[in-house]
């Protein structure tokens, strides 16, 4: 019964897709309210009807229905409840689900959102919302249905891949599954505007924040996966350019590029094709990482298994950029007009060349990750393109985009003055110098740490400069205190200052980078019990080992007490755990985390021979601490960019 409702639900579904898909086009044009009202409630329909799929899954899931094949591969009746509702998630057909579902939720949002303006663009906004929910739709239907019967029904399930097994399992995938539909609205936004040729109207005002919101959840969802490298997979590291981790960092790169760009076609009217263009790829990448992770071309530790939707989501991903950039073309002549940049001295070109670095960064990113792809293709070979690659060329960029940081927000408009340039930058500059001779004197040698601690001195400068003038200005005028002033100027242009702490949140995350990557230590031993090993300021000694048993799995615990300077910090218990679906051990690496190192233990191995033994990694991983810190101020400072303060703040 749960199967039918589910499968039924899905098919309705994609029928009102096509109906919301072709309304505007079967439609006359002076008939726009009929248009949109069919629009709308087909996006209402869509979303009620995926929502019961939904449910009817999440219930199969929690009642251990087996006879559905994606609940008895990705449940068990050993499954913890939590990891059964977030199996929702764990595959390919149900994470497919999860996706159009937050797809129509968003649409929904903009219908209600929208219902008394742009009635010119909503119906072909609501047009281009319903045909990805139909081509996804399709896909559920008829080529990867989560609903999918399965005889003889089997006694128990397969269980959850156990790296799956973690708190951080209910908030990586969601988040980042947000960031890419968010980035659908701006998309559809912006072919309606292309579809009606009305490219000179207030829609780049209007998705501003549908942007920055987009760009939000695809940095948290990095953020948070991330951290779920870090502490689950148990290699002491929490980025490794992994195929999967591009494809979900790419859509990342040109929605910043355009949180930038957008501002330059507000104030000046430039950057039309340009902007147009970053929204097309911005959403095309949210497609190809799709298509990465559900097609079985790569190997990966995040990639879905193999299956027929891969070729699907490559047709898809072609439509939509030849299609969009089609349209680009069929309005050249609208878009071309623009004024022209005054001096490669301003804010504009500052703004632009942080563009541009942003570009070169993605297409790194993005060939480096298809390149071992073509290689198989074209030549039979099978190559890898690891880590050093990418920070190899990455690295050099990043810093460049951190001395942008540092000077986009405070040169001026149109074109720059010597008086403008040494008012502003002067002092910064000097007092970064300052920083970097500092740090050499303290022991810094690498030319990259060195260079990206300084550009990192110069962007916290700059903002304290601007800030500190803003207020002092502030006080004089209105007699306000420190912190009245602080929360006027934020009231008044929250986007400045709300850009002012997601960079500082950047400067923190760079802390941390430079910091893990440059001053890591690393030791392996083999330890009986109470024999230590020391690393750094830590001394770990081994205690023994124990055996205990969890609902899914059993697990082989050595348990270490950690000192620093003889004092006792307590225990950590690294483990090996053994699934009955796995033919290897998975490791339960812990950590202690500090604010200036973090004392990582992973378990290697064992041996029960004469005397427990146990294999052990210790690795004292420098400031990363800083990295998830960083990320708490990057998404402060865009709640404080997406937080109404009023009608005063929504219209600075």
């Known amino acids: 019964m749960t199967a039918t409702i589910g499968w039924f639900s899905v098919l309705l579904a994609f029928a009102l897709a096509l109906v919301g898909m072709i309304a505007p086009v079967l439609t006359p044009r002076r008939e726009g309210a009929r248009v949109l009202a069919v629009g709308g409630a087909s996006i209402v329909g869509q979303l009620a009807l995926v929502t019961v799929a939904g449910t009817a899954l999440v219930y199969a899931l929690v009642t251990a229905d087996f006879s559905l094949k994606y609940v008895a591969t990705n449940s068990s009746l050993r499954t913890p409840l939590y990891y ?316 460049v985009m951190l001395l942008l940081m540092g000077v986009g927000p405070l040169i001026a408009w149109r074109k720059a003055s010597s008086d403008n340039l040494r008012r502003n930058f002067l002092w910064p500059v000097a007092l970064s110098v300052a920083v970097a001779v500092a740090l050499v004197a303290v022991g810094v040698r690498d030319a990259w740490s060195l260079l990206a601690l300084t550009l990192s001195a110069f962007v916290v400068l700059t903002i304290g400069l601007d800030t500190g003038r803003a207020v002092a200005a502030r006080r004089a005028i209105a007699g306000e205190g420190v912190l009245g002033a602080l929360g006027s100027l934020l009231r008044r242009n929250q986007r400045r200052y709300g850009g002012f702490v997601v960079h500082l949140g950047v400067v923190l995350v760079v802390l941390g980078i430079t910091g893990s990557m440059n001053w890591s230590q690393e030791k392996n031993a083999t330890l009986a019990p109470g024999e230590s090993v020391g690393v750094g300021r830590f001394t770990v000694r081994f205690e023994g080992l124990q055996v205990r048993e969890r609902p899914t799995h059993a697990r082989v615990e050595a348990t270490f007490r950690v000192f620093n300077d003889r004092h006792d910090l307590g225990v950590l218990s690294p483990a090996l755990k053994y699934f009955p679906s796995q033919q290897s051990p998975i490791g339960r690496a812990v950590l202690r985390m500090g604010w200036s190192e973090d004392l990582y233990l992973i378990l290697s191995g064992f041996s029960e021979v004469r005397a427990s033994q146990a294999t052990i990694k210790v690795l004292l991983r420098p400031l990363v601490m800083w990295i998830w810190v960083g990320g708490g101020v990057i998404v402060l400072g865009a709640l404080l960019a997406l937080w109404p303060f009023g009608r005063r703040a929504a219209e600075a």
Request: net charge neutral.
């Open 84 to 399: 059964r509702v977030t199996g929702l998630w764990g595959a390919l057909e149900g994470s497919l689900l999860l996706w159009e579902w937050m797809l129509v939720a968003f649409a929904g949002l903009v219908v209600w959102q929208y219902r008394e303006r742009h009635r010119e663009l909503m119906p072909w906004v609501l047009a281009v919302f319903s045909a990805v929910s139909g081509f996804f739709l399709a896909v559920l239907a008829f080529a990867s249905s989560p609903f999918e019967r399965l005889w003889p029904v089997p006694l128990d399930g397969r269980g959850l891949n156990p790296l799956l097994e973690d708190a951080d399992m209910f908030t990586h995938p969601p988040l980042l599954y947000a960031g890419f539909v968010g980035l659908t609205v701006p998309y559809a936004f912006a072919v309606a505007a292309l579809i009606t040729g009305r490219i000179d109207e207030g829609w780049i005002a209007t998705i501003r924040k549908w942007i920055v919101a987009a760009w939000l959840f695809l940095t948290l969802g990095n953020l948070f996966g991330g951290g779920w490298s870090y502490h689950v997979l148990g290699w002491g590291g929490y980025w490794a350019w992994d195929p999967v981790e591009n494809a979900a960092f790419l859509p990342w790169l040109p929605a910043t590029a355009l949180l930038h760009s957008i501002q330059i076609q507000e104030r000046r009217g430039m950057l039309k094709v340009w902007n147009l263009s970053l929204i097309i790829v911005a959403f095309a990448l949210t497609i190809f990482g799709t298509f990465l992770t559900r097609s079985g071309v790569l190997s990966s530790v995040h990639a879905f298994s193999s299956g027929p939707v891969g070729g699907l989501f490559l047709g898809f991903l072609g439509l939509v950029l030849l299609g969009s950039f089609a349209l680009v073309a069929l309005r050249a002549d609208r878009l071309r007009s623009q004024p022209e940049l005054d001096s490669m001295v301003s804010r504009e070109s500052a703004f632009l060349l942080n563009n541009v670095v942003l570009a070169a960064v993605t297409f790194t990113v993005f060939f480096g990750t298809i390149f071992p792809l073509l290689a198989e293709a074209v030549a039979g070979v099978k190559l890898s393109v690891g880590a050093p690659f990418f920070s190899r060329v990455t690295v050099p960029l990043f810093l």
